[in-house]
């Protein structure tokens, strides 16, 4: 599967913006979703993550409450949208795809996962 991510941009701290990420090549609906994010210097770490019928969604610590992850079957689009964003969100936000279940439960840097698509730059100022 092929994964496109967009909607990155520069946002003041407590804006908002929305990532999207079209699959395409295979069953969307056989896939676990997740976003990823690096900031510079730092590991890359898990931020959001949906089942493959989007019955079930995950968090990080640092975003729960704020962020909701979504995934929409009629295009093949998984969304990450973000609210109350912090300077500390900044980073390269990727979106991945696992065959095999939620995979950051085991290794939340995003390593078991099987899918990458290029990443998108956050920029959050204070």
């Known amino acids: 599967v092929q994964l496109q991510a967009s909607g990155g941009g520069s946002v003041q701290a407590g804006g908002a913006l929305r990532l999207s990420c079209v699959a395409s090549g295979r069953a969307f609906g056989r896939y676990f979703m997740a976003w990823f994010r690096q900031a510079a210097g730092t590991d890359r770490e898990f931020v959001a993550g949906?089942?493959?019928?989007?019955?079930?969604?995950y968090y990080g610590d640092s975003v729960k409450g704020r962020w909701t992850i979504s995934r929409e079957f009629t295009d093949d689009t998984v969304y990450l949208q973000m609210n109350s964003l912090e300077p500390e969100d900044t980073g390269v936000y990727y979106c991945?795809?696992?065959?095999?279940?939620?995979?950051?439960?085991?290794?939340?840097?995003?390593?078991?996962?099987?899918?990458w698509g290029k990443g998108t730059l956050v920029t959050v100022s204070s």
């Open positions: 991945a795809a696992s065959q095999w279940g939620p995979a950051w439960t085991s290794n939340p840097t995003g390593n078991l996962m099987d899918y």
């Open positions: 949906i089942s493959w019928d989007g019955g079930s969604t």
